[in-house]
């Protein structure tokens, strides 16, 4: 798969506030693929997706005068067998690349199964993961 449009952004951790944003962005048409969301110090989740659509996503994001961060992340379909993870990292980590975070979604298209990366060089990352998804 290419690489994919990453939003992350902080909520406060508070009732709604996640329930608002996923309804801003359902209201517009737009599908999650992939979604993470984390604790931080003090009041606020950290919370990154991947959208069917990021260029809604982030007017979208934009009207709700939300304070955001896009990247590129790179994404790989998984087979859903034991080693497929395992497969993809150990590319990775022959290639030299870290990986910072991921975490899961599924392929808007096929229904398959993906891990998004958050790496430093997503375009190299989503290169060397094509192979492994191919030779899967």
């Not at 961060?69 to 022959?94: I, T």
């Amino acid at each position: 798969m290419p690489t994919l449009k990453e939003f992350a952004i902080h909520l406060e951790d508070r009732p709604g506030t996640l329930a608002k944003l996923t309804k801003a962005l359902t209201d517009k048409g737009v599908n999650i693929l992939g979604f993470q969301s984390t604790p931080m110090e003090g009041k606020n989740s950290q919370v990154r997706f991947v959208a069917d659509n990021p260029a809604t996503a982030k007017s979208v994001l934009d009207l709700e005068h939300m304070i955001y961060k896009e990247s590129e992340v790179a994404v790989v379909r998984v087979p859903h067998h034991p080693g497929g993870l395992a497969r993809a990292a150990s590319q990775l980590a022959d290639a030299n690349i870290n990986i910072d975070y991921s975490y899961c979604g599924v392929d808007a298209n096929t229904n398959t199964p993906v891990v998004v990366f958050g790496v430093a060089e997503a375009a190299r990352a989503a290169s060397i993961l094509d192979k492994v998804a191919a030779a899967a």
